[in-house]
């Protein structure tokens, strides 16, 4: 009875299981298929999305203490340079002026160093030449503690200014995507130039091509800088200084006879005419703009005059007379004069003498 009770249920049960089973089977599959696409997709976000932890070692290794040349300049301060999209900020006006007030920390073409790089949400951090504050050293930051507990002082806490540093972020949209060291160096290129071979060559090649062209020729052109004339030229042999009118002039003379000799004239910071006499009498001269670059407007700083305090009196406010002498203004009272009825006094002149001298006269 029972092996017949057992033959009638046992097709129900694999029927109830069969169903089961493959539910099982389904998605157990699907679990092994979502975690193999898992990975994938996580590996594609983190390539497309940020940079990674480990690009982020490299890139810092790479770059802090690397040596270049600057493509621009750097002011003093703490403001430094911006770079995004291949565009520098501050520039034109601003930068003017950022330069007249602060003074340079790095001019184009000058060498300098990588000291510190620092990657942000949405902006890769180098400092140049130590950055505009000094960082502590290691020792400078360790805490002495006296027997109870208090800690002693052991320097100033006020950050110390670096007018040779500066810094310049390199800034992107949302944040700093996955790049090579070659590609940061090539979007560091408007600002820092890691190609030239001396300094020379990188103060060139921040120049317009007819400037290159007359540096490499060893030719002055009206509109130069004194900086470019030092480069095309060097060190004048000689200079005088001369006024013509009411401005004031420099001027730097090259060669003696019987060679050429070139007379360059500047007034401030640009070369006005330049002046060229020839071995054989020759004499040419140009005074026509042959460079055209942005002036440096030098804005000095105009401070009212303090005002003096004024003199001690005894007069009350509004006493004061156009025909009384007033000290405040530097002129000293005169003496009293006695009449010249009154007999004086071999001692002298004054106000006693005269009190007396009126006394005297009295019956």
Not at 238 to 263: A, L, S
Not at 275 to 299: A, C, D, H, S
Request: net charge negative; hydrophobic share 35%.
């Amino acid at each position: 009875m029972r092996a017949f009770w057992g033959l009638v249920l046992l097709p129900v049960v694999l029927l109830f299981m069969a169903p089961t089973r493959a539910f099982g089977q389904t998605q157990s599959s699907g679990q092994s298929a979502a975690a193999d696409a898992g990975p994938q997709s996580q590996s594609s976000q983190s390539h497309t999305a940020r940079m990674s932890k480990q690009t982020r070692l490299e890139i810092i290794r790479d770059f802090e203490m690397q040596l270049f040349y600057a493509r621009t300049a750097f002011p003093m301060g703490h403001r430094g340079l911006k770079l995004k999209d291949g565009l520098i900020s501050p520039n034109g006006e601003q930068m003017r002026q950022e330069m007249a007030l602060w003074g340079p920390a790095v001019k184009p073409g000058d060498p300098a160093h990588i000291s510190f790089v620092q990657i942000k949400e949405d902006h890769i951090h180098f400092e140049i030449n130590g950055g505009p504050v000094r960082r502590k050293k290691w020792y400078q930051r360790v805490e002495i503690s006296g027997a109870s507990g208090v800690p002693v002082n052991s320097g100033s806490d006020q950050p110390i200014e670096n007018p040779h540093g500066s810094f310049v972020d390199l800034c992107f949209d949302r944040y700093v995507p996955e790049l090579t060291a070659q590609q940061v160096r090539e979007l560091l290129i408007p600002v820092l130039d890691f190609k030239a071979q001396n300094k020379e060559q990188a103060y060139l090649d921040t120049l317009p091509p007819n400037v290159k062209a007359a540096i490499v020729a060893h030719q002055v052109l009206v509109g130069m800088s004194p900086e470019m004339v030092l480069h095309a030229k060097g060190k004048p042999p000689k200079k005088v200084r001369e006024k013509d009118g009411e401005t004031d002039y420099e001027e730097w003379i090259y060669g003696e006879p019987p060679q050429d000799v070139d007379f360059v004239r500047i007034v401030g910071d640009e070369v006005v005419r330049v002046e060229i006499m020839r071995v054989g009498g020759e004499k040419i001269v140009r005074t026509e703009r042959e460079v055209t670059l942005p002036k440096q407007e030098k804005e000095a700083k105009t401070e009212p005059p303090e005002a003096k305090p004024d003199a001690p009196s005894l007069r009350r406010p509004g006493e004061d007379s156009e025909d009384v002498p007033n000290p405040a203004n530097g002129a000293s009272p005169a003496p009293p004069i006695a009449p010249p009825d009154v007999p004086q006094s071999p001692g002298g002149s004054g106000p006693g003498y005269l009190v007396a001298a009126a006394h005297a006269l009295e019956p």
